[in-house]
């Protein structure tokens, strides 16, 4: 289950961000306008799984950005997500939750997830774990423009463990199952919300 959320920055282990101009494309950017998604999974300190996708959306940051903010319909839309609302919204921060049901070899199992969330504006959404079945789950969404294209590069980064007993490297094949399936679907629905909003032909 890769769900998305948080707390304030100061509670969240530093997640490195790389910037890169976007009129210059790395060898890995390239890959992504191809339609590739890339997935790269690490092991940390205690247990931890680090997981980072990438993938390239052919739609405007707002438009990727109203999608990966959408908790109320993420249960319409994203794989494995059965439940997802919105609990409070100061304006600041959105306490929201997600159940979600994660599969692991012949089994599976509901997973829930309260969390805080909060963001810089169409360029970084930050979440973090509340209370729920993780010890640890905290991350980021950033979003990268890209004009030539009038497209957006988006990364998903996370740190994941699970509050139940998971071998790591189960923990890793379940991400690496997922991560693909909710990043190919946060593309489809942010084109799909962007195509409906430009004009028709016969206007």
Not at 122 to 146: N, S
Not at 150 to 172: C, H, I, N, S
Request: with cysteine; charged share 25%.
């Amino acid at each position: 289950m890769a769900v998305l959320f948080f707390f304030h920055a100061a509670s969240l282990r530093a997640l490195p961000i790389t910037t890169t101009h976007s009129d210059s494309l790395t060898g890995e950017r390239a890959r992504l306008l191809t339609g590739e998604v890339i997935v790269a999974l690490s092991n940390l300190q205690e247990g931890v799984t680090g997981i980072e996708g990438q993938i390239y959306i052919a739609a405007p940051p707002k438009k990727v950005w109203e999608v990966i903010t959408d908790f109320k319909n993420h249960k319409n839309f994203v794989p494995n997500i059965i439940d997802s609302d919105i609990i409070s919204d100061n304006g600041i921060e959105i306490v929201m939750f997600e159940k979600g049901k994660s599969r692991m070899f012949i089994f599976s199992k509901e997973v829930y997830i309260k969390m805080k969330v909060w963001g810089e504006g169409l360029t970084r959404l930050r979440f973090q774990q509340i209370t729920g079945d993780f010890k640890v789950y905290q991350g980021e969404w950033t979003l990268v423009d890209y004009p030539q294209g009038a497209g957006t590069f988006l990364t998903y980064r996370a740190e994941v463990k699970p509050d139940f007993y998971a071998p790591q490297f189960a923990v890793r094949n379940v991400q690496n199952r997922d991560c693909p399936l909710m990043m190919i679907a946060m593309k489809k629905q942010a084109e799909l919300n962007h195509a409906k909003s430009l004009p028709s032909e016969k206007e």
